[in-house]
């Protein structure tokens, strides 16, 4: 029997049909032959020995004298554990090559595996996510030329392997790849810098690595713990610490990373109908940049965008795709290291079109809130109104338009928010929408003023008669007739009214020779609604305000009236209070949007 029918019956006997045919199928990967190479060494390399070299052969059918291999032919291998260092391409984003050495440097394709002296080779928004057989994982971001090496004998993992970066940056998450198998300490090398990602407790090493611009490097500690060696020195990094090393020197004393962003907007979920679409964070305290990163998987392993040096917290991509993408922000530090970066949220991208960034009218209203009045056609309100956009009955959203964001627009000028109390005076108000995708739409504007002056409260003491004739001034007659004119503004089913006759006020040593028809006994509190209430006491004696006025009444009548050139008085409020041998008479005058005045007039009997 020669070789080659041997090694077809061993395959058969190693098949599904003869073997366990309910057998979960193994993970595969693609291997590149290199010069040299045959099915056996292969199989030592991958399986452990040369013997299973029929196992390889099984995967591959097409082969059909596993004698005769050639070099640059791709061939299925299993993925398990590897003599050599070892890691599957499991995720590729746009342009990415790989160099099977030293088979010239060709495009990547997922499941290819990369051995010893392999290396990956990522382009602008490019990126490529490897997973090592025991457990490791790491992402190539844009822009980086990565080469994987057997490690020395200094460390203690298995296997023993180092990453070597010459360009770029690449982050190391390692976890032990079963609960029984033991987490892999792997060396980054970056030029004479080298460092060793070690586990923490929970058996997990997390570790970002960047070759600096004039050949320094940076590491940043996400998890774990890391030893860092350069220029004759050791310097320990923590976790959640960075160094960062020069050219020639040895590694800075390590200093804390910085928090991860908060995102604001669109929020985890969200839907834009453009392609894009603005992205925002909250401010990072100490960033100096932000790196903004679009991917089609959580973990970034499949980059879409990346967008580096932002020094604001908002940025737009130039063209996302249709598709469901996630987004994250990293801040950096003045020295130049990556702070920790947000979780990466979900965005679904439902529309290829550009954010017009054109203004449209918007469906809905503004409303204004609080206490108003409407006199004619000028809407008095309070100083703490409030401004509300109320969307049409049944609007449909605007293309990207949710959420949308209203901006105030305050006498023509954008403002970040509508005021909390507002300025004495007339006022424009409008409001303008920007949404995710750039389009504005924009409200009609609300005329207002606003009446912060509280209604005067007017007293004197004299003959009744003659305090009517005069108070009934040509000038009060007119300013009478034209809010009759324009209409009040008072609140439907309260009567206009002013109070007749005069009360007597409750002082014991009041005289009792006041004539009926003119007098009625007051039962306080008192309270007239009207636009312009007055009302007539009678009382013998000395009254006096705080203000320091005084005057007896004798037979005469003290007159009070409240007045307001605003939005007119919506009522007047009499109270009193004893205090000793003195009564004093408490005056309250509101007005019809809640500015309030107040005044004591006491009572007292004379000298």
């Given at each position: 029997?020669?070789?080659?029918?041997?090694?077809?019956?061993?395959?058969?006997?190693?098949?599904?049909?003869?073997?366990?045919?309910?057998?979960?199928?193994?993970?595969?990967?693609?291997?590149?032959?290199?010069?040299?190479?045959?099915?056996?060494?292969?199989?030592?390399?991958?399986?452990?020995?040369?013997?299973?070299?029929?196992?390889?052969?099984?995967?591959?059918?097409?082969?059909?004298?596993?004698?005769?291999?050639?070099?640059?032919?791709?061939?299925?291998?299993?993925?398990?554990?590897?003599?050599?260092?070892?890691?599957?391409?499991?995720?590729?984003?746009?342009?990415?090559?790989?160099?099977?050495?030293?088979?010239?440097?060709?495009?990547?394709?997922?499941?290819?595996?990369?051995?010893?002296?392999?290396?990956?080779?990522?382009?602008?928004?490019?990126?490529?996510?490897?997973?090592?057989?025991?457990?490791?994982?790491?992402?190539?971001?844009?822009?980086?030329?990565?080469?994987?090496?057997?490690?020395?004998?200094?460390?203690?993992?298995?296997?023993?392997?180092?990453?070597?970066?010459?360009?770029?940056?690449?982050?190391?998450?390692?976890?032990?790849?079963?609960?029984?198998?033991?987490?892999?300490?792997?060396?980054?090398?970056?030029?004479?810098?080298?460092?060793?990602?070690?586990?923490?407790?929970?058996?997990?090493?997390?570790?970002?690595?960047?070759?600096?611009?004039?050949?320094?490097?940076?590491?940043?500690?996400?998890?774990?713990?890391?030893?860092?060696?350069?220029?004759?020195?050791?310097?320990?990094?923590?976790?959640?610490?960075?160094?960062?090393?020069?050219?020639?020197?040895?590694?800075?004393?390590?200093?804390?990373?910085?928090?991860?962003?908060?995102?604001?907007?669109?929020?985890?979920?969200?839907?834009?109908?453009?392609?894009?679409?603005?992205?925002?964070?909250?401010?990072?305290?100490?960033?100096?940049?932000?790196?903004?990163?679009?991917?089609?998987?959580?973990?970034?392993?499949?980059?879409?965008?990346?967008?580096?040096?932002?020094?604001?917290?908002?940025?737009?991509?130039?063209?996302?795709?249709?598709?469901?993408?996630?987004?994250?922000?990293?801040?950096?530090?003045?020295?130049?290291?990556?702070?920790?970066?947000?979780?990466?949220?979900?965005?679904?991208?439902?529309?290829?079109?550009?954010?017009?960034?054109?203004?449209?009218?918007?469906?809905?209203?503004?409303?204004?809130?609080?206490?108003?009045?409407?006199?004619?056609?000028?809407?008095?309100?309070?100083?703490?109104?409030?401004?509300?956009?109320?969307?049409?009955?049944?609007?449909?959203?605007?293309?990207?338009?949710?959420?949308?964001?209203?901006?105030?627009?305050?006498?023509?000028?954008?403002?970040?928010?509508?005021?909390?109390?507002?300025?004495?005076?007339?006022?424009?108000?409008?409001?303008?929408?920007?949404?995710?995708?750039?389009?504005?739409?924009?409200?009609?504007?609300?005329?207002?003023?606003?009446?912060?002056?509280?209604?005067?409260?007017?007293?004197?003491?004299?003959?009744?008669?003659?305090?009517?004739?005069?108070?009934?001034?040509?000038?009060?007659?007119?300013?009478?007739?034209?809010?009759?004119?324009?209409?009040?503004?008072?609140?439907?089913?309260?009567?206009?009214?002013?109070?007749?006759?005069?009360?007597?006020?409750?002082?014991?040593?009041?005289?009792?020779?006041v004539h009926q028809d003119k007098e009625r006994v007051a039962r306080f509190p008192i309270e007239i609604a009207s636009d312009h209430p007055q009302a007539f006491f009678a009382a013998p004696d000395t009254i006096s305000t705080a203000d320091g006025k005084e005057s007896r009444l004798d037979d005469r009548v003290l007159w009070i009236a409240a007045e307001d050139a605003g939005a007119g008085v919506d009522r007047v409020i009499f109270r009193t209070r004893a205090e000793g041998d003195r009564v004093v008479l408490e005056v309250e005058a509101r007005d019809l949007v809640g500015n309030v005045s107040r005044k004591e007039i006491t009572l007292r009997k004379g000298s």
């Amino acid at each position: 029997m020669n070789r080659t029918l041997a090694a077809l019956l061993l395959a058969l006997l190693l098949s599904p049909a003869a073997g366990a045919a309910d057998a979960a199928p193994q993970a595969t990967a693609w291997h590149t032959v290199r010069p040299g190479e045959t099915l056996r060494g292969i199989a030592a390399q991958f399986l452990g020995s040369s013997e299973l070299w029929p196992e390889i052969h099984h995967l591959n059918p097409g082969i059909a004298d596993p004698d005769r291999i050639s070099p640059g032919q791709r061939i299925r291998v299993p993925a398990r554990t590897s003599s050599l260092p070892a890691a599957r391409l499991n995720r590729l984003s746009r342009l990415v090559e790989d160099q099977p050495s030293p088979i010239p440097w060709q495009s990547a394709q997922e499941g290819d595996m990369l051995v010893e002296r392999d290396g990956v080779r990522t382009h602008q928004n490019s990126s490529a996510e490897m997973q090592f057989l025991d457990g490791a994982r790491l992402t190539v971001t844009e822009d980086s030329l990565v080469f994987l090496h057997r490690s020395g004998n200094t460390l203690v993992g298995t296997p023993k392997k180092s990453i070597e970066i010459l360009q770029g940056q690449a982050e190391l998450d390692a976890r032990a790849a079963s609960k029984a198998a033991p987490v892999p300490e792997v060396e980054i090398v970056l030029g004479a810098t080298r460092a060793t990602s070690r586990p923490d407790a929970k058996g997990a090493a997390h570790t970002r690595a960047r070759r600096a611009d004039g050949g320094g490097a940076k590491l940043m500690a996400y998890g774990g713990a890391s030893e860092v060696e350069a220029g004759g020195a050791r310097v320990q990094v923590p976790s959640g610490m960075g160094t960062s090393v020069a050219a020639q020197g040895p590694p800075s004393p390590p200093e804390p990373l910085l928090p991860a962003p908060v995102l604001a907007e669109p929020a985890p979920g969200a839907e834009r109908a453009c392609a894009d679409p603005a992205l925002a964070w909250q401010p990072v305290p100490q960033a100096a940049t932000y790196i903004v990163e679009v991917c089609r998987d959580p973990g970034c392993g499949a980059l879409v965008e990346r967008h580096a040096g932002e020094t604001a917290t908002q940025w737009r991509p130039a063209a996302l795709p249709v598709s469901e993408l996630y987004w994250r922000v990293t801040a950096r530090s003045r020295s130049g290291l990556d702070g920790y970066p947000s979780e990466a949220v979900r965005l679904a991208i439902t529309s290829d079109r550009q954010g017009s960034q054109e203004t449209a009218p918007a469906r809905g209203a503004l409303q204004v809130g609080g206490p108003q009045v409407r006199v004619g056609d000028r809407l008095f309100v309070a100083p703490a109104a409030t401004i509300a956009v109320i969307p049409a009955t049944g609007a449909d959203p605007a293309a990207g338009a949710q959420p949308a964001r209203w901006i105030p627009v305050i006498g023509g000028k954008q403002e970040s928010a509508w005021p909390a109390t507002w300025s004495p005076g007339e006022h424009t108000a409008a409001a303008m929408t920007l949404d995710g995708c750039g389009d504005r739409a924009a409200l009609a504007p609300v005329a207002f003023v606003v009446d912060a002056a509280a209604p005067v409260i007017r007293w004197e003491v004299g003959d009744r008669r003659e305090l009517s004739d005069r108070l009934a001034s040509d000038s009060e007659k007119e300013r009478r007739r034209e809010r009759g004119r324009r209409g009040g503004g008072r609140p439907a089913g309260e009567a206009w009214r002013s109070e007749a006759g005069v009360w007597r006020l409750p002082v014991p040593w009041a005289k009792q020779d006041v004539h009926q028809d003119k007098e009625r006994v007051a039962r306080f509190p008192i309270e007239i609604a009207s636009d312009h209430p007055q009302a007539f006491f009678a009382a013998p004696d000395t009254i006096s305000t705080a203000d320091g006025k005084e005057s007896r009444l004798d037979d005469r009548v003290l007159w009070i009236a409240a007045e307001d050139a605003g939005a007119g008085v919506d009522r007047v409020i009499f109270r009193t209070r004893a205090e000793g041998d003195r009564v004093v008479l408490e005056v309250e005058a509101r007005d019809l949007v809640g500015n309030v005045s107040r005044k004591e007039i006491t009572l007292r009997k004379g000298s």
